[in-house]
């Protein structure tokens, strides 16, 4: 699998990993040293386990083997806190089970790799989800979602659309239930114009994003079509940040799988371009009056 399109693993075990290698380089040890002094306490990882947790490459990190090597580091008080609580909110817990749904819909989600997404999203804080052309899957409504899967996926069968309109479904209740303090939705004009030709679902829909509009983690906001060329052209993206974590992670659905990012300069950059266009986009009640007009002369 390569860099771009791997499964996404643990932010925050790739964090921790990140500060052990740089206490390790301040204490001036060697993997071989380090994992010598951690056999003499009965704890059994070789040098090669502990390159790989320094690149966040393990499932789990016990917190039993993380101060035995801080132990190793002399880390101090504030650095081993900060460590042991980054593990306290690992964004990707093994040892779960899958939902039932996720199980029951494998054959769907595994080709796109979105089960990893699902995974980050509901551990998400922050999402900031870029749209041109429809509505935002966590805003869409259930006759709206079905519209656009059969339009995007031609090829799947009546049953298998249904299921995706239910993870659709079950991932809302389960995001806005969970971490998330700051959603935002960037929405080029053109998604509420003719992205479904039913009027009736299409009506359905905006009415459902003035609804959503009012709760206090959402910011919804609306890219004029007149805004010129801009890094948004590019095609949709979602920006994840996570709690107690300075780690971010951009996701990038294409046709046939889905990219996952999460080295610094590429989510940053991909964070700029958001808070460009953000800055360039209709304030919260312009767009609610763009909507709410919108709505009226579909429905006319």
């Known amino acids: 699998m390569t860099e771009g399109t791997r499964a996404p693993g643990s932010l925050t075990l790739g964090e921790v990993g990140q500060r052990l290698a740089e206490l390790r380089n301040r204490a001036d040890l060697t993997l071989v040293q380090v994992a010598n002094q951690l056999r003499s306490r009965d704890l059994k990882i070789d040098a090669s386990g502990l390159s790989r947790l320094e690149r966040g490459q393990r499932a789990r990190v016990s917190e ?21 609580g980054l593990l306290g909110t690992d964004t990707a817990p093994t040892g779960r089970p899958r939902p039932k749904l996720w199980l029951r819909h494998a054959d769907l989600l595994t080709p796109m790799q979105f089960e990893g997404y699902l995974k980050q999203e509901r551990q998400a804080a922050a999402i900031w989800n870029w749209e041109p052309f429809i509505i935002p899957g966590l805003l869409q409504t259930p006759d709206y979602a079905r519209a656009v899967i059969e339009g995007l996926r031609p090829e799947l069968t009546p ?22 303090t700051d959603f935002r939705a960037l929405i080029g004009e053109e998604a509420l114009l003719s992205t479904i030709q039913d009027t009736a679902v299409m009506h359905g829909q905006l009415q459902c994003l003035l609804d959503e509009s009012t709760r206090p983690t959402v910011d919804i906001r609306i890219l004029p079509r007149n805004t010129g060329c801009h890094p948004g052209m590019a095609g949709p993206f979602v920006h994840m940040r996570f709690p107690k974590t300075t780690s971010s992670a951009v996701w990038v659905e294409t046709m046939a799988t889905s990219i996952y990012l999460d080295h610094p300069h590429e989510t940053t950059r991909y964070a700029s371009a958001f808070k460009g266009l953000w800055q360039r986009a209709l304030s919260p009640d312009e767009t609610r009056a763009l909507i709410t007009r919108t709505s009226k002369e579909q429905h006319a």
């Open 64 to 84: 039993d083997l993380a101060n035995a090597i801080l132990d190793c580091y002399l880390a101090s008080p504030a650095e081993r806190t900060e460590i042991l």
């Open 159 to 180: 049953t298998a659309v249904r299921g995706l309109v239910d993870i659709r479904v079950d991932r809302q209740h389960k995001v806005y239930d969970g971490a998330l």
